[in-house]
């Protein structure tokens, strides 16, 4: 499907629910931090940086991409920086007509510059609410804890998380290495976000096989699966996930350059959707992967040969999928469902 400005996708309301904020920079943006800061990145323009950036596919493994955090975190040590990514990151969305995001990353990434946890859950905050006001897109945070690091750590990462939702953080996470690191290991964590009211969501079944997905749901109770690329291989888990509805969020760029797919096209999204599983297409990286949602949603419809009808199902899920109240969620779709009548009668 060409990009043209009568483009449905474009035209559409959108909702990104999988978008790391620390691997959705503008490029410029980095160059400009590192160059104020004094910070080497070995790159001083952006095809330089670029290439740094891009995942290695030969091979591809989730362990090489995301290398690539370590340069875009190093320029998210200050206040300031983090509030304008944010903000920025906000702007983009809109830019496309994505008018709902939840934007994640790990705080204790951000905490090398001595600001702390709560402190970097603020800035992103500032940033976003900046964002939110500029644009009227809406945009929640999502805390991450990462698999390989510290079991505490991520206890408190999920007390921050719960003492902080009056700033817009909406759920917790489990990112970061898969293979060889286990969900259950996190399973205080979560019993503390979910006890604090948050929302749920854990990457699994991208870098490794489905029990994986099997420990996110039935150890850590997740609301929705992030990438759960492997799920297709056991038949039953995915009629437990499809008869319950729980949204599969769904990154295809980023999945063939981690080796969790072989390409778009023979991408298992095709199947997810044939059987009616909740799929939501979600951009994983802006930057790190080099796409946008619209990118990643074309990607799929002509993979899928999805009609308009399909399309629009496909974005509304986004909204339906939403770590939001029940009134906001009614709003959203109310506000997708007018703009898929007003395109269809104009169509
Ligand atoms: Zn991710």
Not at 78 to 98: F, K, P
Not at 279 to 297: A, G, K, M
């Amino acid at each position: 499907m060409a990009s043209h400005p009568h483009d449905p996708i474009l035209r559409l309301p959108k909702a990104d629910l999988h978008l790391h904020l620390d691997g959705s920079l503008r490029a410029d943006t980095v160059l400009q931090i590192a160059a104020s800061e004094g910070i080497d990145l070995a790159s001083r323009d952006e095809a330089s940086l670029r290439t740094i950036l891009s995942p290695p596919l030969d091979p591809p493994s989730l362990e090489r991409y995301l290398k690539a955090f370590d340069v875009t975190c190093a320029v998210m040590q200050t206040r300031h920086a983090i509030r304008r990514i944010a903000r920025e990151l906000v702007e983009d969305c809109a830019a496309e007509n994505i008018t709902y995001l939840e934007a994640r990353f790990c705080p204790s990434l951000l905490t090398l510059g001595g600001l702390s946890v709560a402190e970097v859950i603020e800035a992103v905050a500032e940033g976003l609410e900046e964002g939110e006001r500029a644009t009227g897109t809406m945009a929640r945070q999502i805390i991450c804890a990462l698999r390989h690091r510290d079991l505490h750590e991520g206890v408190e990462l999920a007390e921050a998380a719960v003492a902080l939702r009056s700033r817009g953080v909406v759920a917790f996470d489990l990112a970061g290495p898969e293979a060889g690191f286990a969900a259950a290991w996190h399973e205080e964590a979560f019993r503390v976000a979910r006890r604090g009211g948050l929302w749920t969501t854990v990457h699994a079944g991208e870098a490794d096989g489905p029990d994986s997905i099997y420990e996110a749901l039935h150890t850590l109770g997740a609301d929705r699966i992030g990438h759960g690329t492997t799920l297709v291989n056991d038949p039953a888990l995915m009629a437990w996930m499809i008869d319950r509805q729980l949204p599969i969020e769904v990154c295809p760029t980023s999945n063939v350059q981690t080796g969790a797919a072989p390409s778009i096209e023979r991408h298992p999204v095709r199947s997810l959707l044939e059987r009616g599983a909740t799929v939501v297409v979600c951009t994983d990286n802006r930057l790190v992967s080099d796409v946008t949602l619209s990118h990643e949603l074309r990607a799929v419809a002509s993979a899928a040969q999805l009609g308009l009808d399909e399309i629009g199902l496909l974005l509304r899920r986004g909204f339906s999928s939403a770590f939001v109240s029940l009134d906001e969620r009614r709003r959203l779709l109310a506000d997708f469902d007018a703009a898929f009548a007003s395109l269809r009668a104009g169509s």
